[in-house]
C-alpha cells in the first residue's frame, strides 16, 4: 500500500467539497454511507492537522483514501 503526505488545509478544503457533491447524490446506499464517513473522518483530521500551530501542517493518507477524495482535489 502506498502513503503520500498532503498539506492539511488544501486535504481538508477538497473533503468539504467532496461531502459537497455526495450529499447532492440521490444514492443512499451503504458504500455511499462508508464513503461519506470515510470523507468525514479525513476531512476532520485534516482540519485539525491544519489548525496544528506546530510544524508544517500535513497528513498521511493511503492511496485508497487519496482515490476517494482526488476527483474534487
Given at each position: 500500500?502506498?502513503?503520500?503526505a498532503?498539506?492539511?488545509?488544501?486535504?481538508?478544503?477538497?473533503?468539504?467539497n467532496?461531502?459537497?457533491?455526495?450529499?447532492?447524490?440521490?444514492?443512499?446506499?451503504?458504500?455511499?454511507?462508508?464513503?461519506?464517513?470515510?470523507?468525514?473522518?479525513?476531512?476532520?483530521?485534516?482540519?485539525?492537522?491544519?489548525?496544528?500551530?506546530?510544524?508544517t501542517p500535513?497528513?498521511?493518507?493511503?492511496?485508497?483514501?487519496?482515490?476517494?477524495?482526488?476527483?474534487?482535489?
Amino acid at each position: 500500500m502506498s502513503y503520500a503526505a498532503l498539506d492539511a488545509a488544501r486535504l481538508a478544503k477538497a473533503c468539504k467539497n467532496a461531502l459537497i457533491t455526495l450529499e447532492a447524490a440521490d444514492e443512499k446506499s451503504e458504500a455511499h454511507q462508508r464513503k461519506t464517513l470515510m470523507i468525514q473522518r479525513m476531512g476532520a483530521l485534516a482540519m485539525a492537522a491544519a489548525e496544528c500551530k506546530h510544524g508544517t501542517p500535513v497528513i498521511t493518507l493511503t492511496s485508497e483514501e487519496f482515490w476517494l477524495i482526488s476527483q474534487n482535489w
